[in-house]
């Protein structure tokens, strides 16, 4: 991450929205609603100097290159979105009475849903360069839209890789530790070092009440495919490294360690579900190189989540 400036990644998703909410195509602009696109323009407008960086290649950001089917980067993308927010609806319909987002970037889903869930807390961390711009631009928008914001939205500026999640919910007043609540980690994880993704996990098994959900974003492999290494290297040149990938042979052992049962996989087809048309689904390939897995906390730690806070893969994460 760049200290300086918002991250490029997030300002991406957040001209992707537009990008599709104004496309030609009906099949396009039904990925994304008028809040949702509303909200992003916001964004865009803030970072606009962003799109200037020559290092990025905005190839597949066109009209053009979202004319397809739902195969582009930027269509992907926005079909993880719907996928996040089905789990955290859902989850608060189970009994979720916190929502912690980590890496929000420029998502407008607390912006939106925080109104219909009053009685929910929502707290949504990211990396200060982001997070500080995030904040301006709802100070900005909340008197035109006061619904925006209110007590029960929580933004917290902060690294990951220095601050634990442990350490930063613990100084919110409203955040109830024990508490049934729903974690997502929407395009993040694979940015931050093994070792960190181990201590969030580690953290959410300390902090979360028994029947939390917890809905994460993976990469198969790191550079698992040509469109993914053109793309791993177009982030990493705007100082957003990919650093972490989980082998779905693997996972659901990776995360029964951190007390978490696997309830759903998700990959790029069945994010497809409902918006593409039989055809489509019949082609579309079923491994896209990331993976959504939707997790239950169905076991605490206890004592042992001390014991594993010494940063055992250090010596991995120095050779990488
Ligand atoms: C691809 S964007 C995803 C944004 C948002 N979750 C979404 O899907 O619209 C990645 C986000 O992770 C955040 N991030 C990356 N590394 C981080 C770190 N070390 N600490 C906190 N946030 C970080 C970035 O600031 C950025 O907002």
């Not at 200060?128 to 995030?134: A, E, I, Q």
């Not at 790191?222 to 082998?247: T, Y």
């Amino acid at each position: 991450m760049k200290d300086t400036e918002p991250s490029y990644t997030a300002f991406m998703l957040a001209v992707s929205q537009v990008l599709l909410h104004t496309h030609p195509e009906e099949r396009n602009r039904r990925l994304v609603n008028d809040e949702m696109a509303t909200m992003s323009q916001w964004f865009v407008d803030e970072c606009a100097h962003q799109t200037a960086d020559p290092k990025f290649d905005a190839s597949q950001y066109t009209v053009e290159s979202v004319n397809q089917d739902y195969t582009n980067l930027v269509q992907v993308d926005i079909l993880r979105k719907h996928v996040f927010e089905k789990n955290i609806r859902k989850a608060i319909a189970d009994g979720a009475t916190q929502v912690v987002i980590l890496g929000g970037g420029f998502d407008t889903l607390v912006m939106r849903l925080r109104k219909h869930f009053p009685e929910v807390q929502f707290f949504e961390i990211d990396h200060p360069s982001t997070s500080v711009v995030k904040k301006a631009v709802i100070e900005k928008k909340k008197a035109e839209y006061p619904d925006i914001d209110g007590p029960n939205a929580h933004y917290i500026a902060a690294d990951f890789e220095k601050t634990s999640l442990k350490e930063l919910l613990e100084k919110e007043k409203s955040f109830k530790p024990d508490s049934k609540t729903a974690f997502m980690a929407e395009g993040v994880l694979f940015y931050l070092r093994e070792s960190t993704v181990r201590g969030i996990l580690t953290d959410i098994n300390t902090l979360g009440g028994l029947g939390s959900q917890v809905i994460v974003e993976t990469l198969d492999a790191i550079n698992s495919s040509a469109q993914d290494q053109q793309l791993a290297a177009d982030v990493a040149s705007v100082g957003e490294d990919q650093r972490w990938a989980l082998d779905p042979a693997q996972a659901k052992r990776f995360f029964e360690m951190y007390g978490l049962s696997t309830r759903d996989v998700n990959d790029h087809r069945d994010r497809q579900v409902g918006f593409a048309t039989d055809a489509e689904m019949a082609s579309v390939r079923q491994q896209e190189g990331a993976k959504t897995y939707t997790l239950e906390l169905t076991s605490k730690l206890g004592r042992l989540s001390h014991y594993e806070r010494p940063d055992r893969t250090a010596a991995w994460d120095a050779s990488r």
